[in-house]
């Protein structure tokens, strides 16, 4: 029974979770639909139809060949009837007929001629035409349709616009009687308002909504937080006179601080004021944006401001210190004055004036015959714009003061201008308006009124509204001024003008020069606007551009220059100066661009009554580039305790015997060679055209020589000269932030940005040096004098390398052991007095330091010595097997630090030797309780880790102190005697030998260091050998170091440049080798100190210098004309790079769309699916940095470098890094989407969830409740 229970019970609570499942699943059936994937339909406003041109479109119904089909027509080839032939004899046997010699047949060679007597050319048949496929195959498009991709544009609703009705339905109808207030009422009714969005123009790759403020200014997608305000003003009752109406940050304080509308710093706040404030720095996070503002004071007590276009809205903020930092006001007023009315007279009537209030007006006396009539003053309104086209423009003028409202301009009297706070970028000055109306007289004045008088004043504002509207418009006219008739009072203005027009410019680039006169007319008559300032556009004819456009014909020009014809509109406008009085003065205003066909016209500010134009040619300017490095030399000094000796090899090596002095080179106290840096020159000066090498990637020859880095660029000051290395004869620029360009407009933008290139401009490219590590493999000999380990010599034959059998010949021995070591070889002698086995003394050597030139005198083609003559040795280098001699010619290596071009060895490694390091460093060796200070050394121990046949000696004898010895003892001739001791008192493996080789390749403009510089002992040969291309050897070897004999260290130094012939030819460069041969026969110490500076393959084009990179876009969609943006960055050693580069966009067809496109760093692009573009002249090292941007939440992002092959990318970026040159570097992005609910407009799924989990409850709880039930029966 208990058993039953048990399973019913089970049974029950599997019932129900099955019913909770039911439940669940059907619920979320019912709400399966709004989980689907959303299918975006998108609005196209642009009433275009989409349309690609393809090959079809370029095919014609009918013929377009021009040619009719028809008949055959025969051809003719000539044949025997179309000559005549004829029969010549020539003599052929040479002689006279005599009477030695009569002629017959064999004395002459008959020839047929053929002459060709047909009239007909020859010519092949002619087939009648027929019409193939080319003959309807069009160049252009023949299909009648628009070419057109649907864009961002084209989802721009443009009928989402307001009416004038529909914005001042928006502003109370009845407004309070003060200022302050009427001002908070108009702003306080605007709040919320929002930006159209779905209603845009795209502006600079930003896209830009349309708002009602714009719309009553006439600029309707641009930044509309000064609208705002000036529409606030203007329906607040503020006039455009009292405070003017703007829309341009900068141009509308300049107006304002030239009214003096600023209140002073002290002034407090109002409500109605205009508050100009922005955003705090934040000390942690330096890249803030900071952004100003201007907005309307609501309640000065809580800081209450309202603004417009705060993130696109009409907002209500509090103006805090801790977010904000105010920067002015300004207060505007009602219009007051006091005026003192003097006593009146009464009048008495009279009978000719019966109403002593009005004074009778005398008549006006007609003017005689003749005599002109003055103008009668017209009344005009100011259109929205002005039009006017001529044979070389179309000129748009837009007033900057909005139609309707009064032109005439209140006079401001100037003050003392108060010091401003320059950080604050707002010039603060007190400002005095003219005495005007008092407004409480006239609300007293309105209170005592009557209902009839206020229709009538009703009555007379809408006639004089309608009067306003009625108001005639002047039309403009441009007239270009003729010079040979211009009008007296023109003739001043016109002369500076022109003589302003023509500063900086080359006659030889002047294309045209053209001079203009603005004349604005109502009816016949003129009227003046030049106090008028106007927003002006001037677009050029296309036969304008056609014209002038010289970009077309320039040849080798590199994508990013600035080319062709630059246009420039040139104006002088009138300014006020001291004494408040208004005086001639001119100051110019220039705008200018490039004219081509992308983008023609030019925007430009106008004031005044005349303007010139200008084409002409861009300056191609011829300018010199230096290149310069901070290079290290190693300073020479006097003779001292800390210095190294060393002979100067750089004319020549010295001969046996020679007396030759020694340099004196000095250390730090840390043991290395001190130096100095000096600014030297690297390659010999470059002259290069603008057009083709606009910036600094067609000139910096060293840009793809990781060598050096570009520290500074120097441009040469007028007067100075090119050579001098004084900082203050040049100015200093930072390379990461500096472009280059020719046009004085660009450069006056911003000259801490821009270098100027002009003709003979001189720039100095100066670089620092970069430091790596730098290996390469070296062959080591390890040298016997052993064959047993112990006997050096036996019997009076020398053993190991020394051995007799080793020797070939007669002559003096080049032997190892030195003079300790019993190998009977010591005193040996090379032309009477010089010792070459041991210390050459001052009989040998007159310099006393025991050299032994001329020993060696070259190289055979295997790479082994040639001893002079006198002198045999053994085969100590190169394969060759000796008694001896062991050789380890793989897996060693020589390690050198890098500074710029010079190599320091610095290290030794490999797999037969020790590893030796600091071999850059110097110190004093000590034996027991002895230092020796002067000998300099860096323990070049290198096979230490090695043993042959010889011990290892040179252990300090410390017991026996009789003499200085070494443990380690060797026999010589049945004599036990010890080895000396090491000058550090340690056991070494004595007695080695090294080469190595040196490659480098030298260009013609190379002019920087070429030295060789070695300090130690005993024996260094060093030759230079030159590449021959034929042979593909190394030939030609000559001797540039000698530093021959068993002698203490000592050092040499070679310019090789005295060495080198010139490159010379068509070769820009030439291949040479360095070999360095180098033995220690001594024992005791050993230094070996090698220094190169020798240049990389550098100097090559710059062409191969750079490298490209391809950004690709896919997605799964099928949409293809969403476009997707990406952000591009590009930088070099840390720095973000800052020049233009090139690149190109395709199809998915690899078909071009658009070339000569310009990309910068940090500059964003768009690709629909499939397109891609290739970036080029990206410089070697240039690390890129790839994101996509705006990407939607349902979509994710994956990267790859090459398609096929991508990873989920989170952050939706790729970065890599150009390499090498001439390689183009790939990169992919592909979005992938998944689901997501659909913006439906509807609750959502939160209802069906939330009534789905009702659900489930209620049926837990029934069948729980069942359930209990049931068991309360049983």
């Known amino acids: 029974m208990k058993g039953n229970k048990i399973g019913k019970r089970i049974w029950h609570r599997c019932v129900t979770a099955l019913s909770c499942l039911v439940v669940f699943c059907t619920t979320y059936a019912l709400i399966l639909p709004a989980v689907a994937l959303e299918h975006d339909k998108t609005t196209f406003y642009c009433e275009k139809e989409e349309h690609q041109h393809t090959d079809e479109c370029n095919h014609s119904k009918d013929p377009l060949c021009g040619q009719e089909e028809g008949k055959t027509q025969p051809g003719h080839t000539h044949g025997e009837e179309c000559y005549e032939i004829r029969v010549v004899e020539n003599q052929i046997c040479g002689l006279e007929e005599n009477e030695n010699h009569q002629h017959n047949e064999q004395c002459f060679e008959t ?114 937080n000064i609208m705002f305000v000036s529409f606030v003003l203007k329906y607040a009752g503020v006039s455009n006179e009292k405070i003017p109406y703007g829309h341009d940050w900068n141009e509308w304080i300049e107006d304002l601080t030239k009214r003096e509308l600023f209140e002073p710093e002290d002034y407090e706040a109002q409500n109605g004021d205009l508050v100009f404030f922005r955003d705090q720095e934040d000390e942690n996070d330096l890249d803030k944006k900071i952004q100003s503002y201007v907005g309307i004071v609501k309640d000065h007590n809580k800081n209450k401001v309202i603004i417009g276009d705060f993130e696109d809205e009409v907002r209500e903020v509090i103006v805090n210190e801790e977010d904000y930092k105010v920067l002015a006001y300004v207060h505007p007023k009602e219009e007051q004055v006091d005026v003192e009315k003097p006593e009146q007279q009464p009048v008495q009537p009279d009978e000719e004036n019966p109403n002593p209030e009005e004074e009778p007006k005398p008549e006006e006396e007609p003017k005689p015959d003749g005599e002109e009539q003055e103008p009668q003053e017209i009344e005009y309104q100011l259109p929205e714009e002005f039009t006017a086209e001529t044979e070389d423009f179309t000129l748009v003028l837009k007033p900057r003061k909005i139609a309707g409202v009064e032109t005439e301009v209140d006079e401001t009297t100037e003050k003392e201008e108060k010091p401003v706070d320059e950080n604050d970028g707002l010039a603060m000055k007190n400002y005095v308006l003219p005495t005007e109306e008092n407004m409480q007289d006239k609300l007293d004045e309105e209170q005592n009124m009557t209902v009839e008088e206020f229709d009538q004043i009703q009555e007379d504002n809408l006639q004089q509204k309608e009067e306003e509207e009625n108001k005639p418009v002047p039309t403009l006219v441009v007239e270009k001024m003729d010079e040979t008739n211009i009008p007296q009072e023109d003739q001043e203005e016109v002369t500076q003008l022109k003589a302003q027009s023509l500063e900086e410019v080359d006659p030889e680039q002047l294309l045209d020069l053209s001079l203009y006169k603005l004349r604005f007319f109502v009816g016949e008559q003129e009227v003046n606007l030049e106090d008028q300032k106007f927003d002006a556009e001037l677009t050029p004819t296309e036969q304008f551009v056609e014209k002038y456009d010289t970009s077309k014909e320039l040849e080798d020009v590199a994508p990013e220059a600035e080319i062709g014809t630059e246009y420039t509109i040139q104006t002088l406008s009138s300014i006020e100066v001291e004494n408040n009085e208004l005086k001639e003065d001119t100051k110019k205003e220039e705008n200018s661009q490039l004219l081509n066909e992308e983008n023609k ?80 020159k690297i390659y010999e000066a470059k002259s290069y055209q603008y057009h083709s090498a606009p910036n600094i990637s067609y000139f910096d020859i060293l840009i793809h020589n990781g060598n050096y880095k570009l520290k500074e660029i120097w441009v040469l000051k007028d007067g100075k000269n ?31 940005k821009y270098i100027l290139i002009q003709p003979n401009t001189t720039i100095r490219l100066v670089y620092d040096l970069s430091s790596s590590n730098f290996s390469s493999n070296a062959t080591f000999y390890d040298y016997d004098i052993t064959e047993d380990g112990v006997n050096t010599r036996v019997n009076s034959k020398a053993k190991g390398i020394n051995n007799p059998s080793n020797y070939t010949g007669s002559g003096s021995k080049y032997a190892f052991g030195n003079s300790n070591t019993g190998t009977g070889l010591a005193d040996i002698t090379w032309k009477k007095n010089h010792k070459i086995n041991s210390y050459n003394g001052s009989a040998g050597d007159p310099s006393g330091n025991g050299f032994v030139f001329d020993m060696v005198t070259g190289v055979d083609t295997n790479g082994n010595l040639k001893w002079n003559s006198g002198i045999i040795a053994p085969k100590i280098f190169g394969s060759t097997s000796q008694i001896g001699k062991k050789v380890y010619p793989k897996g060693n290596q020589l390690t050198f630090t890098r500074q710029g071009d010079t190599y320091t060895l610095s290290s030794v490694s490999g797999a037969n030797v020790k590893t030796i390091k600091n071999l850059d460093t110097f110190n004093h060796p000590k034996t027991g309780s002895t230092t020796y200070t002067t000998i300099w050394t860096n323990n ?166 750079t490298g490209g990179l391809n950004i690709y876009k896919e997605t799964e969609d099928l949409d293809q004309t969403t476009d997707f943006t990406f952000n591009v960055k590009f930088s070099k050693n840390g720095q973000q790079l800052l020049d233009d580069y ?87 992005f592909k979005n992938v989407r998944f689901f997501k609910l659909p913006e439906t407009g509807g609750f959502g799924i939160n209802p069906p969830l939330i009534a789905s989990g009702a659900g489930l409850m209620t049926t837990s709880v029934y069948v729980i409740g069942i359930q209990k039930k049931k068991r309360r029966k049983k």
């Not at 340690?986 to 080469?995: Q, S, Y």
Request: with cysteine; glycine share 8%; aromatic share 10%.
């Open 722 to 752: 090119a050579e001098s290395n004084t900082r203050t004869d040049w100015t200093i620029k930072n390379p990461s932030t500096t472009h280059f360009t020719n046009r004085q407009e660009t450069y006056n933008s911003d000259p801490d």
């Open 1142 to 1228: 090139a690149y190109t966009k395709y199809d998915a067809n690899n078909h071009k769309i658009e070339d000569n496109l310009i990309i910068a760093s940090n500059s964003n692009i768009t690709l629909k699916k499939g397109e891609y573009i290739s970036i080029s002249y990206l410089p070697i090292g240039t690390t890129y940095t790839v994101s996509e941007l705006n990407v939607d939440s349902s979509t994710e992002v994956y990267t790859g470098t090459s398609n096929g092959n991508y990873v989920l990318s989170p952050d939706k970026t790729l970065t890599g890094t150009i390499t090498q040159g001439g390689n183009t570097a790939t990169v992919y």
């Open 940 to 1105: 070049f121990w290198p096979l230490d880790g090695v043993k042959n046949t010889d011990p290892h000696a040179g252990t300090y004898d410390k017991n026996y102190n009789s003499s200085l010895r070494a443990t380690e003892t060797y026999k010589t001739n049945g004599t036990l005697k010890h080895y000396p001791p090491g000058d550090d008192g340690l056991p070494h493996n004595n007695l080695f030998g090294m080469t190595y080789d040196i490659d480098f390749t030298l260009d013609q403009d190379y002019v920087g260091p070429l030295e060789y510089f070695f300090y130690g002992d005993d024996d260094l040969w060093v030759f230079l050998g030159e590449y021959n291309e034929a042979t593909g050897q190394y030939e030609n070897y000559r001797k540039i170091c000698d530093l021959g004999g068993v002698k203490p260290s000592r050092g040499a130094h070679v310019d090789l440049r005295t060495s080198i012939l010139p490159v010379s030819g068509q070769n820009t460069t030439k291949k040479y080798r360095l070999k360095i041969y180098y033995t220690e026969r001594g024992l005791s110490g050993s230094t070996c100190y090698m220094e190169f500076t020798l240049p990389s393959v550098s100097g090559a084009e710059t062409g191969q210098a």
């Open 111 to 224: 020839i047929e001629e053929k002459n060709l007597i047909c009239t007909q050319e020859e010519a092949p048949e002619e087939k009648g035409h027929s019409h193939s496929a080319n003959c309807y195959l069009s160049v252009d498009p023949v299909c009648g349709k628009e070419e057109h991709t649907h864009a961002r544009e084209c989802e721009s609703n443009k009928a989402l616009k307001e009416t004038k009705d529909e914005w001042e339905n928006s502003i109370p109808k009845k407004l309070d009687e003060e200022l302050s207030k009427r001002i908070v009422q108009v702003a306080d009714s605007q709040l919320k308002y929002k930006e159209v969005l779905e209603n845009f123009e795209i502006v600079d790759g930003v896209e830009k909504g349309y708002t009602r403020y714009g719309e009553w200014y006439g600029r309707p997608y641009e930044d509309w």
């Open 601 to 680: 016209t030019l925007g430009f500010s106008l004031r005044g009554k005349m303007f010139s134009a200008k084409a002409s040619q861009t300056p191609n300017p011829t300018f010199t580039v230096q290149t310069y490095g901070n290079v290290k030399k190693n300073i020479s000094t006097n003779k001292g305790d800390n210095t190294i000796p060393v002979v100067d090899m750089t004319n020549g090596t010295p001969s046996l015997g020679q007396n030759v002095s020694l340099q004196h080179y000095k250390l730090t106290t840390n043991g290395k060679f001190d130096k100095k840096t000096v600014v030297s």
